[in-house]
T-cell receptor, first 114, second 116 residues
Framework: TQLLEQSPQFLSIQEGENLTVYCNSS?????LQWYRQEPGEGPVLLVT?????EVKKLKRLTFQFGDARKDSSLHITAAQPGDTGLYLC??????????????FGKGTKLSVKP | NAGVTQTPKFQVLKTGQSMTLQCAQD?????MSWYRQDPGMGLRLIHYSVGAGITDQGEVPNGYNVSRSTTEDFPLRLLSAAPSQTSVYFC???????????????FGPGTRLTVL
């Protein structure tokens, strides 16, 4: 069974602080996606990383894919209350041929207080 | 262009009752999926479809049925609801297989189901 461990599970910080969320596995992924989910809504894709060592930036969010394609991180600089939500990572299993090849982590619930 | 729509948004059932959760998409996507989301468990795949007339089981299919008679619609049926099926259910669609590079799954707003 492939597992995708996310940490921390909960994070409560003040506006302006920096934070990092981690996504780790013993499995190798062909790609890894990060989603953000707001209360009462479905997840929305933020980014997909594909190449080992790849770094992508989306405004104040920086996403990194580990060199071995087994882990990823999301770093938020100067967090704002609008960043509040549930952050999910999802890894695509290499060689998978079905919808089940996308494995979701349990999520990190972020709360940014003004 | 509404994307992925789900109805109802909320539902309360008694144990043993049946119901159908509706899902529709207007993006002409071939791939559609049903997930359930439980606290501390992340998203788990229930059933999916790779095109009209083709469905398959995901990680947690027991107690659920699906069919795909059109490209647009992918209903999820609970034949005899159980308290263990209390959850938030999300429907998703995409133009390619879920984990394929460059693919994006679009999720509906969810149905919050409580089984008493």
């Amino acid at each position: 069974t492939q597992l995708l461990e996310q940490s921390p599970q909960f994070l409560s910080i003040q506006e302006g602080e920096n934070l990092t969320v981690y996504c780790n596995s013993s499995s190798v992924f062909s790609s890894l996606q990060w989603y953000r989910q707001e209360p009462g809504e479905g997840p929305v894709l933020l980014v997909t990383v594909v190449t080992g060592g790849e770094v992508k930036k989306l405004k104040r969010l920086t996403f990194q894919f580990g060199d071995a394609r087994k882990d990823s991180s999301l770093h938020i600089t100067a967090a704002q209350p609008g960043d509040t939500g549930l952050y999910l990572c999802a890894g695509a299993v290499r060689g998978g041929g079905s919808q089940g090849n996308l494995i979701f982590g349990k999520g990190t619930k972020l709360s940014v207080k003004p | 262009n509404a994307g992925v729509t789900q109805t109802p948004k909320f539902q309360v059932l008694k144990t043993g009752q049946s119901m159908t959760l509706q899902c529709a998409q207007d993006m002409n996507h071939e791939y559609m999926s049903w997930y359930r989301q439980d606290p501390g468990m992340g998203l788990r795949l229930i059933h999916y479809s790779v095109g009209a007339g083709i469905t398959d089981q995901g990680e947690v299919p027991n107690g659920y049925n699906v069919s795909r008679s059109t490209t647009e619609d992918f209903p999820l049926r609970l034949l005899s609801a159980a308290p263990s099926q209390t959850s938030v259910y999300f429907c998703a669609s995409s133009s390619r297989l879920a984990g394929e590079v460059g693919n994006e799954q679009f999720f509906g707003p969810g149905t919050r189901l409580t089984v008493l």
